[in-house]
């Protein structure tokens, strides 16, 4: 039995915030879902339209908003390289401005406030696994600098509101995370090995493959960020959230190759600046404080995604 609150999602109609919706409006709560629609889409909230408890505005969070709400995920920000990368500036505006509009919002409705951060707040790490002290290693005038240093920004200025004017703020760090509704031409490795292999292409490995990453499937991070966000309010993070089995680039594309049973070939491609070279979350805090952690494996994971982009391929096809 839940309270029923009053939620606001910024970008409600991306990959993770159209999760979040369902769940929330699952539980009871009434959702306003805010969000421009760069990157996200109304088909990802279209079955929540007709919900009286669901309300979806277009809206960009660098201009203040006006809503009466009692918590918020501050989940709006493109989040794939080729998308961040597309309007650098207005990346860096959307996680320093937006946070300075949605951290303003909460003062003033005195809402609790959770900010949807990064593992790439430690750049190219040092330290492996990365705990949530490791201040990080981050280029800051590089191609990705627009999404780190904003979203580093972020976070400095959530502790800022905190300290100052006492606000109940969750700041979670997100590792790699996967699953349907992803965007299929977002250029993340997930969504490119499933789509080249589905479609028989061959498979785009940058530099030798041998770069790791964590993967965590949505339903799982979901959770993690409810169970942050429904903390006691001394716990403000950051805390960590992702699944800390690690693969390597290219154990992925075999593993994905396998269970799509395609016959793409793997190519080589160049790697890309900055991209780092491992990474893997150190969730001890989110263990302890949360009593979370993630239970679904890669295998697991990786077929109703596969499922997903294979009735997205087909209806786009038709
Ligand atoms: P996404 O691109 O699918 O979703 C982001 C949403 O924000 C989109 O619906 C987009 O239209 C919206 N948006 C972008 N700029 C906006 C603006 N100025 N005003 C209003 N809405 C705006 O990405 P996602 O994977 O769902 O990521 C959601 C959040 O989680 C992002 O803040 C991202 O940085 C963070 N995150 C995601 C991952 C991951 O692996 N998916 C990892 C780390 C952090
Ligand atoms: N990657 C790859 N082929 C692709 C897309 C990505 O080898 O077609 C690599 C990329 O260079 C990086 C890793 O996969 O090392 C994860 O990339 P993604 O963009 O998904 O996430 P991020 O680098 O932000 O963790």
New binding site residues.
């Given amino acids: 039995m839940h309270l029923r609150k009053r939620i606001t999602i ?9 999760h979040l919706c369902d769940k929330l409006t699952a539980q009871g709560h009434a959702v306003i879902c ?8 109304k088909r ?1 909230i279209s079955h929540l339209l007709n919900s009286l408890d669901f309300e979806f505005l277009r ?4 201009f203040p908003l006006y809503v009466e709400t009692d918590e918020i995920y ?7 390289p080729i ?2 990368q597309f309007d650098p500036v ?2 860096t ?3 320093v401005h ?1 946070a300075i509009n949605m951290l303003g919002l909460a003062k003033r409705v005195k809402a609790k406030i959770l900010q ?5 707040i430690y750049g190219d790490p040092e330290i492996h696994p990365q705990p949530e002290n490791y201040w990080g290693r981050v280029n800051p005038i590089g191609l990705r600098s627009c ?1 780190d240093e904003g ?1 580093r920004c972020a976070e400095t200025l959530f502790f800022d509101y905190h300290r100052q004017n006492h606000l109940k703020i969750k700041v979670a ?6 699953g349907p ?3 299929p031409n ?1 250029g ?1 490795v997930v969504s490119n090995f499933i789509v080249q292999a589905l479609k028989g292409n061959p498979i785009t490995i940058y530099g030798d493959g041998s770069q790791t990453r964590s993967f ?1 499937y ?1 339903d799982d ?1 979901v959770d993690g960020l409810i169970r942050l966000m429904n903390s006691a309010d001394s716990l403000t993070g950051p805390v960590n959230l992702g699944n800390p089995q690690e693969f390597t680039i290219l154990e992925l594309g075999e593993k994905i190759l396998e269970l799509v049973n395609s016959k793409s070939k793997l190519v080589f491609k160049q790697l890309p600046q900055d991209d780092p070279k491992q990474r893997k979350p150190d969730i001890s805090l989110a263990e302890s404080e949360l009593k979370w952690k993630p239970s679904t494996t890669l295998d697991e994971g990786l077929k109703p995604t596969i499922a997903y982009f294979d009735d997205l391929l087909s209806s786009t096809t038709k």
């Avoid at 805010?34 to 889409?41: E, I, L, Y």
């Avoid at 809206?59 to 660098?62: E, K, L, N, Q, R």
């Avoid at 760090?173 to 996967?178: D, P, Q, V, W």
């Fill in positions: 910024t970008g409600g109609c991306g990959f993770l915030g159209s805010v969000d421009n629609c760069f990157t996200g889409t990802n809206h960009d969070v660098t501050n989940m709006a920000c493109p989040a794939s998308h961040y207005q990346t505006k959307t996680s937006g949807a951060s990064t593992s790439e999404y979203k760090r997100i590792f790699n995370t996967y509704r992803m965007h977002d993340r965590c949505v991070l």
